[in-house]
């Protein structure tokens, strides 16, 4: 009996579909139970589905679930941070530890996305939203909940092909071979080079942003700095830092442009639900077109949790955004001078070029 081929199209629909389903459902139930403040944290958790999304399913099941423990672990470290008055030096002392834990786990697991920009997103916004001590049996039921969920989401597709696929093959797109695994990677140096590049570049620009007057948001340079450089094995190349640039003006452009019309949270949430998809679907295409949708959908979430003037909304994320992606740039000049000195790439610079 011949079977018709597999789907031979690029673009990962199936993946985005399940990104917008895993973070939309909880949103969607926060909101219709009143309560629009905890949005970020859902949104922090359903980022879980992104994590191994072409990966053989017995492999996805240990990379989001890991991906989902680690989102947990640096949201729960955000709270604890917040509950203590969020003073700078815990949360740069915080934000170091995620840095060294996320870089780690991720480059351990090969995944994809390898960046550590989500745990890092999920700490410094989790740290900055006013919470109790009251509030903790809540959040810990939105947190774990929504990562569960989105778990669940992550495998789904496991049930969808066993029924579905031996009817029409050609309408899945084929899974990635099984990736090799080592934890020895965690006493290379080059993996430790690759997290003392993060730390350098997020606690620089960090702190510059801290202290510019006039500003706020100055988690905004740390993420535009660990979302541009290179996880292990790639190369870090300027075109990234300049996509991040051009996509996120753009995107706050949009947002901007929605924020000011105040749209309800259900609207809200229709953006987040279409952003994430979009985003999902350009991501490996092009990271400044995935950006025109992943910011708004970032800046929406974040105003329905912290709701602020859509006009310094915008100015904090475009130059926050400017000064990491120069940070960033700046430890490119060093790293090539490095390497030129001592003869070999940097773990972070190898010969594989950042997508």
Known sequence: MTTAPHSTRTTNLEGAARAAI??????ALLIGLGMPQYAAFAMFAGFTAIFGATEPYRQRAVTTGVAGALQVACMAAGIAVSLLGAPLWLQGTGLVLVLVVA??????????????IFPVFAF??????????????????????????????????????????????????????PKHRS??????????????????????????????????HPYWAVIAVVSTL??????????????????????????????LLEPSAWWIVVIAVIGQFMAEVFVARNYAVCLLFLTPLALAVSWLSLP????????????QTLLGAFVSVALLAVGRVVERRRGRALGATSSIRTV
Do not use: C, K
């Not at 895993?22 to 949103?27: C, D, E, K, Q």
């Not at 351990?108 to 996305?113: C, E, G, K, Q, Y």
């Not at 993996?191 to 590049?197: F, K, M, P, Q, Y």
């Not at 075109?239 to 949009?254: D, E, F, K, M």
């Open 22 to 27: 895993a973070g939309g459902v909880p949103l």
């Open 103 to 116: 870089v780690s786990t991720l480059s351990a697991l090969r995944t994809i996305p390898a960046q550590p």
């Open 124 to 177: 410094v916004v989790s740290a900055l939203v006013p919470v109790h001590t009251g509030d903790l049996p809540l959040l810990a039921t939105i947190i774990l909940g929504s990562v569960v969920w989105a778990w669940l989401v992550a495998m789904s597709g496991a049930a969808f092909r066993r029924v579905l696929h031996p009817y029409a093959p050609h309408r899945f797109r084929p899974l990635a071979d």
């Open 183 to 216: 934890l020895a990677v965690v006493g290379t140096s080059a993996l430790w080079e690759t997290v003392a590049l993060n730390v350098v570049g997020a606690l620089v620009a960090g702190t510059v942003a801290e202290f510019l007057p006039g500003l706020g």
């Open 230 to 259: 290179p996880a292990l094995r790639q190369r870090h190349t300027v075109s990234r830092a300049v996509q991040r640039v051009v996509g996120t003006v753009g995107g706050t452009v949009v947002a901007v442009g929605i924020l």
């Open 308 to 319: 602020e003037a859509p006009g310094l909304l915008a100015l904090d994320r475009i130059v």
